[in-house]
């Protein structure tokens, strides 16, 4: 092994660069795969179409079980117009403890004019002492809609890692038709106590969800967040949230939870409430394994 000369760090040549790139196009009442490409860790498979709306539901892999500090992953889509694509993941997104660099994911994904994309990965676990950092960037044509989710574990819960990761950082940002963006950041680094990161400390999971479109109707969006309203009050003690108007057209949800099994009863709901009042659509059976 040859260290570097200069005095820098051997820790900067550790990591994975993985690629993933898709490209959508509308071919009669389906929605069709074009052009997709990936490098390790990241692995192809084709869309599943599990209901005859046409939307192609479309599978991020990564066979190495997770992240490890100095990965670099990425993920690229483009949407044409009228494409409806379903984008999610078969298990949870682990990150393993780092000594020194962060593992990163970059998504940007181009939504074309009324195409929709529903982004709904499984939470991401952030074991202890890791370090993660990861920016979700949409860009939005007229007319499309997007329903993006995403959700952070406070560890290995079963573990009782709780609130023991190092840092993470997280950037989402929807870019609308007319230039403006709804855009969440935020960066937690635990400490040694769980109340070191305020409210969220006493619970287990943390998420948030973002419908946005300038397509859709007023009063559409009115009935959908008291529909919604109503769901995260049905399990009180176990999800806290709110859901809430922003700049851009559409609904912004935040939420805590006490356990993986809440989380998911609650988002199923919502999703289910959000398919049926913008597309008349029934909640998917993603049947994962």
Same mark, same amino acid.
């Given at each position: ?36 490409? +990936? ?15 046409? +939307? ?50 970059? /998504? ?39 329903? !993006? ?28 038709? !007319? ?8 960066? /937690? ?26 397509? /859709?109707?007023?009063?559409?969006? $009115? ?30 949800? $935040? ?20 398919? $049926?009042? !913008? ?11």
């Amino acid at each position: 092994m040859n260290l570097p000369v200069d005095g820098s760090s051997v820790f900067a040549t550790v990591g994975r660069r993985g690629r993933l790139s898709y490209e959508f196009e509308r071919a009669g009442p389906r929605t069709i795969l074009t052009r997709s490409s +990936c490098t390790s860790p990241w692995h192809h498979f084709p869309p599943s179409y599990l209901d005859d709306s046409g +939307c192609a539901y479309t599978w991020l892999v990564n066979p190495s079980g997770g992240l490890v500090g100095g990965d670099h992953v990425s993920v690229e889509a483009q949407l044409h117009a009228h494409t409806h694509v379903v984008m999610t993941s078969p298990s949870a997104n682990r990150v393993y403890r780092s000594l020194s660099e962060p593992a990163a994911q970059e /998504v940007r994904i181009s939504v074309g004019p009324g195409a929709r994309l529903e982004w709904v990965p499984e939470v991401t676990i952030p074991f202890a002492g890791s370090r993660f950092r990861q920016s979700i960037h949409v860009d939005l044509a007229p007319g499309a809609t997007v329903v !993006l989710w995403d959700a952070m574990a406070s560890g290995r819960v079963a573990m009782r890692e709780r609130w023991a990761f190092a840092a993470v950082e997280n950037e989402i940002r929807i870019r609308t038709p !007319l230039g403006g963006s709804v855009v969440e950041r935020y960066r /937690v680094v635990p400490g040694r106590l769980p109340e070191s990161v305020g409210l969220a400390g006493s619970w287990d999971y943390v998420a948030s969800l973002f419908v946005i479109g300038d397509g /859709v109707n007023a009063e559409i969006w $009115k009935g959908l967040e008291a529909a919604i309203a109503v769901i995260l009050d049905e399990h009180p003690g176990l999800v806290l949230g709110a859901v809430s108007t922003p700049a851009a057209p559409g609904l912004a949800v $935040k939420m805590v939870a006490r356990s993986a099994p809440d989380l998911t009863v609650t988002l199923e709901a919502i999703w289910a409430a959000v398919r $049926k009042d !913008l597309w008349n659509l029934p909640a998917p059976n993603l049947r994962r394994y």
